[in-house]
């Protein structure tokens, strides 16, 4: 038996679309329980000049994150000893629909034994939504080491 065609009605279409659109605009959020930089920095350090040699990351892409989370070192120029390196930890959304972060965000660095020289970690609370200018974050920590060969990592747990 042959069912007979007919044409749906384009304000029907038109209000499927849209409601299609809005779901996916609507649903809920994504709560973060914990996450990792999705890259590993490597660098080596000169404490005597406060400059880094050389510095390598590797990122780790996975098509299913909601977040590209990454860490990075950069000098801190004309700082005092003790606050010579910055740590930057940088989130950016990659769906359509908004992820909360609340809870510890740290990173860690690990000489070439892979023991762990220096960590730090701030309690924040972070949204990013799929709007223009609330898709990306990004936290600083400053500290300094001795000359070494290192490697970071960024972390978020929440409690």
Known sequence: MKLPFRPVPAGVLGALLSLCLTVGALAAPIVMSHDR??????????????????????LRISRGDSVTFVIYIRENEDADVGERLRAQLRLGLNKNQVVRYNGFFSFEIT?????????????????????????????????????????????????
């Open 111 to 159: 000489d070439s034994t892979g023991t762990v020289v220096y960590r730090d970690e701030v309690r924040k609370r972070i949204v990013l939504r799929p709007r223009p200018g609330e898709r990306r974050a990004r936290l600083g920590f400053l500290f300094d080491l001795p000359s070494g060969s290192y490697d970071a990592r960024g972390y978020f747990e929440r409690p």
């Open 37 to 58: 930089s999705d890259n590993s920095y490597s660098f080596t350090y000169d404490a005597a000049s406060g400059e880094i040699g050389d510095a390598s990351s590797g």
